[in-house]
């Protein structure tokens, strides 16, 4: 259907009519150049020259021209497999061709009402099926969600989903089905029957440990049919080829229905990725030992700082920072005396420098190392420190001491400190700790630090620090300008029966001084060093200039090795200022990587490790849930089948009144001016009667 209107009111035709007669009358009423020919010649260009100019200009009231399309859009019907193991597990490969050939069978008989297309599912969804049935996850309730994002807009009919109703992923697919408004019939695969088995549930664990921490991991058992059996529990170590028996748990199986829960305590030790395999004996004329034994990683992570307390004699102080520290296990402690030290300083994390350099040592081999390696330091000041000296050894706090004399002070927090965060706790006990001895003189902070404590004297509050923290030699550094802390843990305890004031401040202080900064010029990160079988391995690289800017001029290689020393060699890809690369999904094992790059002349390496786990939930149920799918039928009005009855569903889905085309209107409008014919037309009459009045002598 058509229709003409215009942008402008109607009537303004008359107008166009009056300027096409006026134009040629005005023309060709007293013309006297065809006065002697015909007529009909005169006034044959007379209506030329009225159609010309009255359509030209109707033309300019922009008239539209309206028409109706109508489509037919046929139902669409989708065709969601399984691919997941359990389903593949319950069929033999006889079965497996038998009930392709039904689902194809069903696809062509389909495909020539309705619009029709597959989906399968497993871990994800992705358009087409294979038949592989190699996910090891099934998510249900994702088939829903993405055929509605898809296809909600649409002639969507009717959903066809083929599946064992085993899920391990999602939610309840019965509450995501509800917003898709249409039928979904469902085929029945796998097996209902219980089976004799017994079965490793699931295994809850922590994902990281600390290296020398005991961790739980528990385990869930349960027994279909295994009635006066047992079984035992084992968990092993698995180092490599190795296979080390930690512990055995008997269990008794007293019901066919049977469940139990274990707990079992490990050592996080060594440091690194631990594999651990937790498996069940099989008991007798069992259907299936697959779901019998699972592996777990456990990431030890070794995040204790070795921390060193060097004196120059012995003193109460030592004590006191060596309870204080041991009681956090991120911490192991060593002391010792300047005297007789001569392990490497290189072994340590940080180091604690009491009452050093002294009057009697200068410890500056220690220190210029300590320097060198830019190794964490905390000073703290005494009555044996050589002042002079120790203002030439670092830069947070000048000290210009008058002479052997000293103050008794009191500390308080400064405001507006802000390298750390300091509970109200500390803010509001410190006040009244007994006073510590300092130097008698005058202080002054350096410009790369910040005073937390301050001291009083007496009565008075001065701007003289007590505690600072900052950066020196591009290390972290701080100053404690004062001896006596033995106390304020003792006084600690005599007013709240714990140490938590003291514990809290010196741990924060340590905290600070012994992060270490990550230096070094080329890194490789990764998101996460546990990878499931079916993720992509990803890794991120960085590499830096002299000045500490970010580039990737040169070209970073990789070499990943697995358990057997087989190599994988890759390239890394540019992106921005840094490298990306995906190794992609690698088989289960533990793996060791090298990344190399050339930068400014200098050869870098980086080494990691990270380890693929196998995901092993398809295997740990055998039993088809056909009551979840009736359930999905029945409440979605669509049907269950047998996989020999899938041709049947043709049928059914044609049954449905709601599975029908849907015929779509719509008006379209366009301007008569892009008409090539107008165009043509107004040509026509030009040409016409411009080749009239030339025949006849008008010109």
């Avoid at 990587?593 to 990270?610: I, K, M, R």
């Avoid at 996989?643 to 889905?653: E, F, G, K, T």
Wanted: hydrophobic share 40%.
């Amino acid at each position: 259907m058509k229709g003409l209107s215009f942008q402008y009111p109607a009537w303004f035709l008359i107008f166009c009519v009056i300027l096409g007669l006026g134009y040629a009358l005005g023309l060709y009423y007293r013309e006297k150049t065809f006065r002697d020919q015909a007529p009909w010649l005169t006034w044959l260009l007379g209506i030329l020259r009225f159609l010309m100019v009255t359509i030209a200009s109707a033309l300019l009231l922009s008239p539209l021209l309206r028409s109706l399309q109508t489509e037919t859009k046929k139902p669409l019907v989708i065709l969601a497999q399984d691919n997941s193991e359990s389903v593949a597990a319950a069929m033999t490969e006889e079965q497996q061709q038998t009930y392709r050939q039904y689902v194809e069978a069903l696809a062509k008989s389909l495909s020539d009402e309705y619009e029709f297309k597959e989906y399968s599912f497993g871990s994800e969804v992705r358009e087409g099926i294979d038949f592989s049935y190699g996910d090891k996850v099934t998510n249900i309730s994702e088939v829903f969600n993405d055929i509605y994002d898809l296809y909600s807009n649409q002639n969507l009919g009717a959903v066809v989903l083929a599946t064992d109703g085993i899920y391990n992923e999602g939610s309840n697919p019965v509450y995501s089905g509800n917003k898709l408004g249409v039928p979904v019939f469902t085929v029945a695969l796998g097996d209902t029957t219980p089976k004799r088995d017994v079965i490793l549930k699931r295994v809850f664990h922590n994902r990281i440990a600390y290296l020398g921490d005991k961790f739980s991991v528990q385990i869930d058992v349960s027994a279909l049919n295994c009635s006066a059996s047992a079984t035992t529990l084992s968990v092993s170590k698995v180092e490599g080829n190795n296979v080390r028996r930690l512990q055995e748990i008997p269990i008794s199986i007293d019901r066919n229905d049977f469940f139990t829960t274990q707990e079992v305590i490990l050592d996080a030790d060594p440091a690194g990725v631990q594999r651990f395999r937790i498996s069940l004996s099989p008991v007798s004329n069992e259907v299936s030992t697959v779901n019998n034994t699972k592996d777990i990683f456990i990431d030890v992570l070794d995040a204790r700082q070795k921390v060193l307390v060097l004196a120059n004699s012995p003193h109460p102080d030592i004590t006191a920072l060596r309870q204080s520290l041991t009681s956090n296990e991120n911490y192991e402690v060593e002391v010792a005396y300047i005297a007789n030290f001569t392990d490497p300083i290189a072994e340590y994390d940080m180091v604690i420098l009491h009452q050093l350099p002294s009057i009697g040592n200068s410890a500056e081999a220690v220190i210029n190392e300590i320097n060198n390696r830019k190794i964490p330091v905390l000073y703290i000041v005494g009555g044996q420190t050589d002042i002079n000296r120790f203002n030439r050894v670092q830069s947070l706090l000048t000290i210009r001491a008058g002479g052997a004399n000293s103050n008794e002070v009191q500390a308080r927090v400064v405001p507006g400190f802000n390298l750390f965060t300091i509970g109200e706790a500390i803010s509001g006990g410190i006040g009244i700790f007994p006073p510590l001895i300092a130097p008698f003189g005058d202080f002054s902070v350096g410009a790369n630090s910040q005073a937390l404590l301050r001291q009083r004297i007496g009565r008075i509050d001065t701007d003289y620090p007590l505690l600072v923290l900052g950066t020196d030699n591009e290390a972290r550094a701080g100053v404690l300008a004062a001896e006596g802390i033995w106390k304020w843990r003792l006084f600690d305890y005599l007013q709240h029966q714990n140490q938590d004031i003291f514990d809290e401040l010196l741990g924060k202080t340590i905290q600070y001084v012994g992060l270490k900064e990550d230096k070094r010029r080329f890194r490789v990160s990764m998101d996460k060093n546990i990878f499931n079988e079916n993720e992509p391995v990803i890794f991120d690289g960085e590499l830096y200039n002299d000045n500490y800017e970010l580039i990737n001029d040169p070209d970073v290689s990789m070499s990943i090795t697995d358990e057997d020393g087989k190599e994988y060699d890759y390239v890394f890809n540019r992106i921005n200022n840094a490298y990306t690369l995906n190794a992609g999904i690698l088989p289960v094992g533990n793996y060791r990587f090298t990344a190399n790059t050339v930068a400014t002349g200098e050869s870098l390496e980086y080494n990691g490790q990270f380890t693929v786990q196998p995901i092993q939930l398809e295997l740990f149920e055998s039993t088809a849930d056909h009551r979840l799918l009736q359930l999905i039928s029945d409440q979605f009005g669509g049907s269950l089948v047998a996989p020999n009855d899938v041709a049947s569903l043709a049928d059914r889905i044609a049954e449905k009144e709601t599975v029908a085309p849907v015929i779509y209107q719509s008006v379209a409008t366009r301007s008569v001016i892009n008409l090539k014919w107008i165009f043509f037309l107004l040509l026509v009459l030009l040409t016409a009667e411009w080749f009239l009045r030339r025949y006849f002598g008008g010109y």
